[in-house]
């Protein structure tokens, strides 16, 4: 097939048996029809993709993909991403009919089904376990959390290169520990969203060819057909990105289904792009190919007339016939028993010859450490003219990417400026040559990036991803799902105020920082001296359920001397007394956090020449601050002590927490400007002799 080629897959040699075609067509009824009732008990949902996918996900599952239900957290499990999430009770259903167990998030067998007949009668209800969309976090078998369009494909891509990255570094002659492949099903939405663009981009320029993406091409969105908003080529878009292009012309058809998954499996160097011509709603008489199909109820003379085409009972409702579950299990069920047996074999006999690396496994895949991961992190000395967040930054990951093999990652371009590189020995890119590389380049694509490294989190590495901090709102929907899946991913976003100076507002960040602590589950942190840099580090490392931001200056800030002020390792506690003066208890809290911190510390000399008590309270993390003991935060932030003062350069939105309604805070309440460092201090007021007029003035001097 040249370039500019579809392959148009055919009739094949793999037709079912009559009896086991009527087992099929029982099987993606028995789908179909779960998903139409659930919507309309719900009266809320999609059923029109799920009636039109029924026998794609029923293929996909029942014939093709090595996934054991008893253990859906085997290691080298193909994965299957529903993109567009809104189908959630495609999902839903074949969970509940391949008997899918529990699992908790301390990774042990419940013992109880993943999905029930009930959670499905109960969809989008209170705690059931078949919610609106799919949730990683609530539900064993959901791969990763979909729902916002095109971030599932994209993630799909953080799970392919994953795949290439455990082969490379694990598998060896005879033991091929790791050689799964990635589902994912698409639609529309997907596709117009831009993160696919960037995702597809560079799965196709790595050479993924343990990925596929299955396109649900069915003409349909909310407001209409596809004519109104979306006409492109979408086959010669994925040709030009490297793809291998195959189209399968009738959804039904769950023989030719297969030959082009199959196809997939045999093609080598390319992803695979399957355009599969369906109809949203198949089977409605009044409502297959129109939107109303797409997100809204059948109602229940429509579902009557829908299931008598099915030659279904008309009136059974969450009907499961004789015969189903059993021959999922008889298939699926099975294969993925048999492949999980054969795996957990020689993974027996990998362990005896390769322990250490059959260790770093187990390691990996509980979310563990390595022994000694902290070791030869680097203390750095007073100095009054610093160094930059960002080359303190670059410093530690060097260090820890030696410490822990799976710990890998890269930027969106800005490598020199990000300070990201990992340049020891043997580090390495990560190319489509050498997929075994620790530098990952993901190219100027902030939003793939961050979806990229949910993809290799969910696959249980360790990856960092980086960009300017005023692209962080860029790659902001990935980081909102990587909080609400509760994963370890560390995003590392240098420049973080006004240290770009010249560059002006437009990559200047304000309310960036303000809108990160806001988000649940995110822990953000700004440090304000290369020895903070280090102990956030340490505190970020050793999370399991969350991720962190971590926001670094472009500019040198000064070292703090260690001897005269607390240690850095307060920051584990998100904020710290940093500094007293003597005589009793201080009159004035000056907090701050990141390039603020040495100003706060050169305001509280001031005072304290001038005999006025004030204390410096370090603050990198909000998030890690608000769960420490009310008594710790009383003793950090005396509730006798009112006059307080704030010192940050970002958004003032959020601080009076903290200083109340008698402080004040010297921050920013409109955007920067294009113009060297010092200028801009001294224009928004960031200067220690501002820092102690406004103390002096809520103490009532002069």
Wanted: charged share 20%.
């Amino acid at each position: 097939m040249t370039s500019m080629q579809i392959e148009t897959i055919g009739d094949t040699d793999n037709t079912s048996t009559p009896n086991n075609a009527k087992l099929d067509l029982l099987a993606i009824n028995t789908i179909r029809t779960l998903s139409i009732d659930a919507v309309q008990a719900a009266n809320s949902g999609h059923p029109g993709t799920p009636m039109a996918l029924a026998p794609l996900v029923y293929t996909i599952w029942n014939r093709m993909m090595r996934f054991d239900p008893q253990d859906p957290i085997w290691p080298n499990r193909d994965r299957f991403v529903l993109s567009n999430g809104h189908a959630s009770m495609l999902l839903w259903s074949v969970l509940h009919l391949t008997r899918t167990q529990a699992v908790n998030a301390e990774y042990e067998q419940l013992g109880t089904p993943s999905v029930t007949l009930e959670d499905i009668k109960r969809f989008r209800q209170l705690d059931s376990k078949a919610p609106g969309h799919p949730e990683y976090h609530w539900v064993s078998g959901v791969e990763t959390t979909t729902g916002p369009l095109g971030q599932g494909i994209a993630t799909s891509v953080g799970m392919a290169i994953a795949e290439k990255w455990l082969a490379t570094r694990y598998n060896k002659p005879g033991f091929d520990i790791f050689d799964y492949d990635t589902f994912a099903v698409c639609g529309d939405g997907c596709l117009m969203e831009g993160v696919s663009a960037e995702a597809a981009s560079l799965a196709g320029h790595l050479g993924l060819d343990n990925l596929c993406w299955i396109y649900d091409n069915n003409h349909i969105t909310i407001e209409g057909n596809t004519r109104i908003t979306f006409t492109e080529d979408v086959a010669a878009r994925f040709m030009s990105y490297g793809w291998s292009v195959l189209r399968v012309g009738d959804a039904n058809d769950i023989d030719r289904i297969e030959n082009a998954l199959s196809v997939f499996q045999q093609t080598k160097g390319r992803p695979t792009f399957i355009i599969l011509d369906s109809h949203i709603g198949y089977g409605s008489p009044h409502k297959q190919d129109t939107a109303e199909a797409h997100g809204e109820p059948l109602g229940e003379e429509e579902i009557r007339l829908t299931k008598r085409a099915y030659g279904w009972p008309e009136d059974a409702k969450f009907l499961v016939p004789e015969g189903v579950r059993e021959h999922f299990t008889a298939n699926m069920g099975a294969r993925g028993a048999e492949a999980r047996k054969k795996w957990t074999a020689m993974f027996a006999a990998y362990r005896k010859k390769f322990p250490e690396l059959a260790t770093e496994i187990d390691q990996m895949q509980c979310r563990d450490l390595p022994a000694g991961w902290d070791r030869n992190l680097p203390v750095f000395p007073a100095d009054a003219k610093g160094i930059a967040g960002r080359d303190a930054s670059g410093k530690v990951l060097n260090v820890l990417a030696q410490n822990i093999p799976w710990f890998l990652g890269g930027s969106a371009d800005l490598g020199p400026s990000n300070k990201t590189a990992l340049k020891f020995e043997g580090a390495g890119d990560l190319q489509s040559g050498t997929p075994g590389g620790r530098n990952i380049h993901f190219g100027i694509r902030e939003h793939a990036m961050g979806a990229i490294l949910n993809g290799l989190s969910l696959s249980k590495l360790r990856p960092f991803g980086a960009t300017f901090f005023i692209f962080s709102d860029y790659a902001r929907p990935a980081i909102r799902l990587s909080a609400l899946m509760e994963l370890s991913t560390l995003f590392v976003f240098t420049h973080d105020a006004m240290g770009d100076g010249e560059d002006g507002p437009t990559h200047q960040p304000v309310e960036q920082l303000m809108s990160l602590r806001a988000m649940p589950g995110l822990v953000t942190l700004r440090p304000g001296d290369a020895n903070e840099v280090v102990e956030a580090y340490r505190y970020v490392a050793q999370l399991r359920h969350q991720p962190a931001v971590m926001v670094l200056s472009r500019q040198p800030l000064p070292t703090l001397d260690r001897t005269k002020y607390a240690p850095a390792s307060g920051v584990a506690r998100g904020a710290y007394v940093l500094g007293d003066a003597p005589g009793g208890e201080p009159q004035v809290i000056l907090i701050a956090t990141g390039s603020e911190l040495c100003l706060a510390v050169a305001a509280h000399e001031k005072l304290t020449a001038e005999g006025i008590r004030s204390r410096v309270v370090s603050m990198p993390s909000w998030d890690i601050f608000e769960n420490q003991t009310q008594a710790y935060r009383d003793s950090v932030l005396l509730p006798s002590v009112t006059a307080r003062i704030a010192i940050e350069q970002a958004s003032t939105f959020g601080w009076e927490r903290y200083v109340g309604t008698a402080g004040r805070v010297i921050g920013m309440k409109t955007f920067g400007a294009s113009a060297p460092l010092k200028e801009l201090q001294k224009k928004f007021g960031f200067e220690p002799e501002r820092v102690v007029s406004i103390a002096k003035e809520l103490l009532g001097r002069k």
